[in-house]
């Protein structure tokens, strides 16, 4: 297992370009399957995710080219409508292609996802929206069999509870529906509304991406398509806070300043100096002295829970008490430990953690857990007195393209070793 060696106490300056989203490629990935012509997206972010989920494609039927530029796709037959639990097991968001076999195809055979390092993270939502769209759902062996032998019908969706890849699920299960669908309290993220618009493209008829009412008029085919990821706001937001961190003055390019409205508010409050130069290009200055700002994580546009674990990096540099609550997730907090074991000073209360800084962190060995935990143990390290070792860091590899290249690229002390 591949981990990182980190030299703490140098300002970042320079420049760090942003990949495309990892949370845009694997619903757009998806969306594949519901054409038999040629897909060609861009910028999709070399990750793990997006191997794991071009696998899981191949196995249903996929042909899938892979080159610099693009990668292209074309499932002229869904030769098997399964996600099986080898893969489902190493990556939740496979419960994205749900949707598309069910409409597709008219079946789907995936493996429950099992929970993960930061919550039970069930499909529930996912699964009864499926069912109003006239699927038949059962549960056995471990396994969701959705089946809609005639076809799947248009209907008023409404979500209890915001989840970004339920939206994405039943939307592109519901533009080959028959008939009108609308989805309610949907969510708003910008991946959601990419997904919209390369759906659109193949030929979708939908209105109110972006908003919490969704409607879509079911359309019987959908044509292939070329389309662009849009670049990924949390990689962006996680060099974002490396340049606050760090006390450096850095430049994050080819990102969307106006996806990071909130983040880009807290760390202004904070005393940093954050602004957007235009409309892909963010500027990080360090203020001077790091204001404790409490925060609390919520769906987009609020501030966003992939955010919270690099942001309590942050806090334990500020000078007080700051109080970090997270109300999307049961139970993510696993970065405080690893925190804590560099000298940081933080007190977990349920969905609420007490950060009182400035606590001036030192190297540790420290293991990595959930995607963002892991990036927030890199920021820590970036700023923390001597050597950090960061063990397991395939957990970074899932959703950062190249990580390491990018910090050392603004002046990092940092090594992947083998
Ligand atoms: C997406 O996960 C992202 N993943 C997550 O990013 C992100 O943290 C999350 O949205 C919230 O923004 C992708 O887009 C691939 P949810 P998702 O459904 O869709 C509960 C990363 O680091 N819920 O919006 O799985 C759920 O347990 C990842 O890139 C149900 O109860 O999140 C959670 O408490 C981590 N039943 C809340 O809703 C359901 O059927 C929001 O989850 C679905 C969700």
Redesign the pocket.
């Known amino acids: 297992m591949d981990k990182f060696v980190i030299q703490g106490g140098t300002p970042l300056t320079g420049s760090i370009a942003t990949s495309g989203s ?2 845009s490629a ?1 619903p757009a990935l998806a969306a594949a399957l519901l054409t038999d012509e040629p897909v060609v997206l861009r910028r999709i972010p070399r990750v793990r995710d997006i191997r794991t989920m071009e696998r899981l494609l191949v196995d249903i039927g996929s042909e899938i080219t892979v080159d610099e530029e693009a990668v292209t796709l074309r499932t002229e037959k869904i030769v098997s409508p399964e996600a099986p639990y080898e893969l489902v097991k190493t990556m ?2 496979s419960s994205l292609v749900l949707g598309p076999l069910v409409a597709r195809a008219g079946r789907a055979r995936v493996s429950m996802p099992g929970g993960c390092a ?9 699964l009864s929206g499926l069912r109003h769209l006239g699927a038949e759902i059962f549960q056995e062996h471990g396994y969701i069999e959705a089946v809609a032998p005639n076809g799947l019908k248009g209907a008023n969706i409404v979500f209890d ?6 939206t994405e699920d039943i939307l592109m299960a519901a533009v080959l529906a028959e008939g009108e669908t609308v989805i309610t309290n949907a ?1 708003r ?1 910008p ?1 959601v509304v990419d997904l919209a618009e390369m759906l659109t493209k193949m030929g979708a008829k939908i209105e109110g991406a972006g908003t919490s009412v969704i409607r879509v008029q079911g359309v019987s085919k959908l044509h292939g398509v070329t389309h662009e990821i849009i670049a990924d706001r ?1 990689e962006a937001g996680t060099f974002v806070v490396a340049g606050a961190i760090t006390g450096g003055d850095l430049t994050i390019t080819d990102c969307v300043a106006d996806h990071l409205g909130a983040l880009i508010t807290k760390l202004n409050q904070a005393g940093m100096k954050v602004t957007a130069r235009d409309a892909t290009t963010i500027e990080v200055k360090s203020g001077g002295t790091l204001l404790p700002v409490d925060m609390t994580t919520e ?1 987009y546009p609020g501030f ?3 955010l919270q674990a690099q942001y309590m990096a942050l806090m334990t540099q500020a000078d007080g008490i700051s109080i970090i609550t997270e109300t ?3 139970n993510r907090f696993m970065h405080a430990q690893e925190l804590m074991r560099m000298g940081a000073n933080i007190r977990l209360d349920g969905r609420r953690a007490i950060v009182a800084g400035r606590s001036r962190l030192s190297g540790a060995g420290v293991i990595a857990s ?3 935990a892991s990036a927030s143990l890199v920021l820590a390290a970036l700023v923390a007195k001597g050597e950090t070792v960061i063990d397991r860091v395939y957990h970074i590899d899932r ?1 950062y393209e190249k990580i390491e290249a990018k910090l050392a690229g603004v002046g990092a002390k940092i090594l992947r070793v083998e």
């Open positions: 990892k949370n694997l939740r968001a930061i919550g039970a993270r069930p499909i529930d939502f996912h509870r915001i989840t970004v890849t339920g969510a993220e991946e949390i769906e966003a829970t992939d999307i997730f049961e959930d995607l963002r959703g």
